[in-house]
């Protein structure tokens, strides 16, 4: 089924739910001045037919009924009725286009009670818009709501959801307002079309109000969070867009990578004492995996905030849990950052052990300019020595070398 015809026929199936398919029909020998009264014989064949429709024999209902409405001698009430259950029938087997051109022609002649013909209007509505045919249907539901004394908040809903496809956003959201001030019930989908309409016409500050509404009713739903967020952005409100998502986070809805990329925006933002506090939270509670990356971001968002020693801890842990230097070579240039010449000296050649590294002329790099900070030159002038084999290292290792040959060769 396509999706139109899907569309439609969840609309017949929820009129059947609502009792609204099958009309009363008056009863034959009414009186004069009351609504028009039908003859005994059409009486007994719409009453077959609607008992048809019910149980789902549309084939049979439609046979029947394309007999009587091409009899003659129907009055105009007659004809109209026919039409009418003509309309559910052809809707019944899928015959969409039929189907409204039935009813259409049902409300043609303004043969039915002001009443039924209320009823008709507003399911031909329906079917228009179920239809995509949204510009007669947005029309004919108008027409319905100008002569309908207290309209049902949900027929707001249907004019609105038209006009969303019309691309009207103003009316669109002027009938879902109406709807849901009108409504005795907090109706989530109605709010969601709400917060749709005002995004596209760019009314943030509105939109930001529908979705905290929202969140008052649904606060465990995440996609509220983001929207909101995503809102805050929008209008360059960076921090409150963060903050949001952070509530989000301590709520417990968000994933592993949704809480990551909440410290990477507070690193963006440069706030990496907000950054670091919700990752190692996060490791904390076991929200974020223990890995060595999310250690290492942690790492990050120390050095962010000028905490060495927190990032030199968060360090010595993980070098106690890996069998490469690459940790002790990250630690060292801390430390060479600090000044700490013996630890750099100690912690490079712990790493240089390991081994593993990825760029081992650095290391011999940093350990040479840590012995010489040290005021130890030969064993400088040794580590400077072997980052000449290292390509990446060779030419900046001969000017230490160098400037140590100046410093140990004698003056004449």
């Known amino acids: 089924m396509s999706r139109k015809a899907d569309r439609i026929a969840t609309w017949l199936r929820a009129l059947c739910s609502l009792g ?7 009863a034959p020998g009414i009186a004069a001045g009351q609504e028009p009264s039908l003859s005994q014989e059409v009486h007994e064949q719409l009453i077959a037919v609607q008992e048809l429709i019910q149980n789902e024999r549309h084939q049979e209902a439609l046979a029947q009924l394309q007999t009587l409405a091409a009899d003659t001698s129907l009055s ?18 899928e015959q969409y286009d039929q189907a409204i051109r039935a009813f259409q022609t049902s409300l043609a002649d303004g043969a039915l009670p002001p009443a039924s013909a209320q009823i008709v209007q507003y399911n031909l509505a329906q079917m228009l818009i179920s239809a995509e045919r949204y510009e007669e249907g947005a029309r004919t539901l108008e027409n319905w709501l100008a002569n309908e004394e207290k309209p049902r908040p949900q027929a707001r809903v249907f ?26 019930e907090f109706h989530e989908t109605w709010y969601q079309m709400l917060v749709g309409v005002q995004i596209e016409q760019k009314k943030f500050s ?61 690193l963006h933002l440069g706030l990496p004492y907000k950054a670091a506090d919700l990752l190692t939270d996060g490791l904390n509670k076991n929200l974020v995996q ?26 010595e842990q993980l070098a106690g849990r890996t069998q490469t230097g690459k940790i002790d070579l990250r630690r060292a240039e801390i430390f ?32 040479g300019i840590a012995e010489y900070r040290s005021g130890k030159l030969d064993e400088s002038k040794a580590a400077f020595t072997k980052a000449t084999a290292h390509k990446t290292a060779a030419k900046q290792a001969r000017q230490w070398l160098r400037l140590i040959e100046q410093e140990t060769t004698p003056q004449s």
């Open 76 to 93: 105009p009430y007659e004809a109209a009725l026919a039409q009418q259950t003509l309309g559910y029938a052809h809707a019944g087997l």
């Open 290 to 315: 223990d890995v060595d990356t999310n250690h290492e971001l942690l790492v990050t968002c120390w050095l962010h905030a000028r905490e060495s020693q927190r990032a030199l801890d968060v360090l």
């Open 159 to 184: 004019l609105a959801q038209a006009y969303m496809y019309l691309k009207r956003y103003a009316r669109a959201e002027q009938n879902i307002q109406q709807a849901i001030d009108a409504a005795t």
């Open 206 to 266: 509105q939109a930001t109000s529908t979705l905290q509404q929202l969140l008052g009713q649904y606060p465990q739903k995440k996609i509220y969070w983001q929207q909101l967020s995503q809102i805050y952005s929008q209008e360059e409100k960076h921090q409150r867009a963060v903050s949001t998502l952070a509530m989000a986070y301590k709520l417990g809805i968000l994933n592993e990578q949704e809480a990551l990329q909440i410290v990477q925006y507070y």
């Open 20 to 26: 609204m398919v099958f009309f009363c029909l008056a």
């Open 336 to 367: 060479a950052q600090l000044e700490r010449w013996p630890e750099v000296a100690t912690t490079v050649s712990e790493g240089l052990r390991k081994g593993g590294l990825t760029n081992t002329g650095k290391a011999f790099m940093l350990l």
